[in-house]
């Protein structure tokens, strides 16, 4: 799996030891339309080993999307195809819209049943992953709800390979 970094770190760091203060995540997505876009590494020449993957899927962890949002997302200026949408969502690493606790400690932390998350995955050609860095560009395409002061955010952003098993 290949990620974006969030933001955090442990509490007691000083200067830039063990922090992730300048994280591209979590990243506020406007609901205009207008685009943003991330960068992950990837470190896996995927493209090359096409043969030896069953799956690559980009899932992406968002808060503050209600049913109306569509979210487009591409890699590498290539549009990607919604596998899975699941509105109810749970993540016990994510505090939104809380406050993020700070990392560390003995990660005992539980799940919020109110919380209210969405899971987007997206099914990717193995071809359109370059080895090191790829661009990642986000919309929302569609924003229907009333609401013009709602706050979607990209809270987490993973790159899963799904190796052939020998």
């Not at 899927?57 to 990607?80: H, M, T, W, Y």
């Not at 995955?121 to 090191?132: A, F, I, W």
């Amino acid at each position: 799996m290949f990620v974006v970094q969030r933001r955090g770190g442990y509490p007691w760091a000083e200067g830039y030891f063990n922090r992730n203060d300048n994280a591209a995540l979590p990243l506020e997505l406007p609901i205009d339309g207008d685009p943003r876009s991330l960068y992950v590494y990837i470190g896996d020449d995927v493209s090359a080993n096409a043969q030896q993957i069953k799956q690559v899927l980009l899932r992406l962890v968002v808060s503050g999307a209600d049913v109306s949002n569509k979210i487009e997302v591409g890699l590498n200026r290539v549009p990607l195809s919604l596998n899975v949408r699941d509105d109810g969502w749970k993540d016990r690493q994510i505090f939104s819209p809380g406050p993020q606790s700070p990392s560390g400690g003995v990660n005992n932390w539980k799940s919020d049943p109110n919380q209210k998350l969405l899971r987007l995955d997206y099914e990717v050609t193995p071809s359109y992953c370059k080895l090191g860095t790829n661009q990642v560009t986000l919309r929302c395409a569609e924003h229907n709800s009333r609401n013009t002061t709602v706050s979607i955010k990209i809270e987490k952003l993973e790159l899963h390979v799904h190796y052939v098993e020998a």
